[in-house]
């Protein structure tokens, strides 16, 4: 499966923005879902992952409640809402893709190419 990542841009904190990954395939819903990021000079972090479904959900810590999850598999999606955002959520945001419900690992098999969020103060 192929992923795109788009939606990344410049905000302002406090701000939302919302990122889409669209695959390509025919098998999207039998993947589960991940976001992952990476700020500058650091490792890169898991943020959450979807279930096949999408009827489950986990973050990490770092966004639980500022951060929702949701895909689409009708038109290949997944989505990552973001709310009330912080300078140091600004990263790389990734989707990865894999058959394995994988929490805070990044050995996903298939990733997209990441897009820039920057949050400004």
């Known amino acids: 499966v192929q992923l795109q990542a788009s939606g990344g841009g410049l905000v302002q904190a406090g701000g939302s923005l919302r990122l889409s990954c669209a695959a390509s395939g025919r098998t999207f819903s039998s993947y589960v879902m991940g976001w992952f990021r990476q700020a500058p000079g650091k490792e890169r972090e898991f943020v959450g992952v979807?279930?096949?479904?999408?009827?489950?959900?986990y973050y990490a810590d770092s966004v639980k409640g500022r951060f929702t999850i949701s895909r689409d598999n009708a038109v290949n999606t997944v989505y990552l809402q973001m709310n009330s955002l912080k300078p140091e959520d600004t990263a790389v945001y990734y989707c990865a893709a894999d058959r394995r419900y994988l929490i805070g690992e990044a050995s996903y098999d298939y990733w997209g190419q990441g897009t820039l969020v920057t949050v400004s103060s």
């Open positions: 979807i279930t096949r479904s999408g009827g489950g959900t």
